[in-house]
């Protein structure tokens, strides 16, 4: 016959007592367990180039907390120019060496290996957006008017909680807008509300391209964003094809519009 084993030792329960003493170290190391988690996911993916630091709210885009002293007084003499060379005779030749190269420009006899680097470089961009697009999102979004009164509505793609891209609506229906596509609608027939309710889908279904632009004057290439066969934005990475580029217009514009 089958029957129940019981313990000879008693169960001991905890009292409230007990468990009011246990709970403050029970918050402690959810605490620091929570906090862990939230620095490992901020400082996940890709690094951004001449990062600051972009709180969520109350603070404009470029304004540091850790900066809040003003500047030193500039020291003595600054702002008098250095004395000028005289005058060349005419015929003479300058006795002047010429500037060092910059940093981001090939040494002379190397301009070759230097572009070849640079052009390796397109492979490794697209790469880098792929590892930032994991950790894509999203959060305000605005009205932009333009010159004769139109309307469009604009939201920004976040990553390190500062904008890299920008995506735009028709004010009509709502639809993802491609680039170099404007319609002219002169009143918005659509509340807001509408466009953040599906604005985190929108921005976890944008797909990287496997292609970059070079665009020489911003020394940074150029990875395109699709969704729904259409290009719809596009984020910088730096030349050396590591560091992603911040899109600080559409940072301020957000920042200042954004609801």
């Excluded at 084993?5 to 029970?26: D, G, T, Y």
């Excluded at 070759?112 to 999102?137: D, M, Q």
């Excluded at 305000?140 to 904008?163: E, T």
């Amino acid at each position: 016959m089958l029957g129940f084993i019981r313990s000879s030792k008693p169960v001991r329960i905890l009292s409230l007592k007990h468990v009011a003493s246990l709970l403050p170290c029970f918050l402690v190391f959810a605490y620091f367990l929570t906090g862990g988690v939230t620095m490992a996911k901020e400082g996940a993916g890709p690094p951004i180039l001449d990062m600051r630091v972009y709180p969520a709210e109350g603070i404009p885009c470029g304004v540091s907390r850790v900066k809040d002293h003003p500047e030193p007084p500039p020291g003595p003499g600054a702002g008098v120019l250095p004395p000028q060379p005289p005058p060349r005779a005419p015929g003479a030749t300058s006795s002047v060496s010429p500037p060092p190269p910059r940093a981001d420009e090939p040494a002379p006899g190397e301009g070759e290996a230097g572009v070849s680097k640079l052009l390796s470089n397109a492979a490794l961009a697209v790469k880098t957006v792929r590892e930032a697009a994991k950790y894509f999102s999203s959060w305000k979004v605005w009205v932009h008017k333009g010159p004769a009164g139109d309307v469009v509505f604009k939201a920004a793609i976040l990553y390190r909680n500062v904008a890299v891209g920008c995506l735009e609506f028709d004010p009509t229906d709502g639809s993802v807008l491609p680039k170099g596509y404007h319609p002219f609608v002169f009143e918005a027939q659509l509340p807001l509300d509408s466009i953040k309710q599906v604005l985190p889908r929108i921005v976890a279904g944008l797909r990287v391209l496997n292609g970059a632009e070079f665009r020489d004057r911003e020394k940074c290439w150029v990875v395109p964003l699709a969704y729904e066969s259409k290009i719809v934005a596009h984020v910088k990475v730096f030349q050396d094809g590591i560091h992603v580029v911040p899109d600080y217009p559409v940072d301020q514009e957000m920042r200042a519009y954004g609801r």
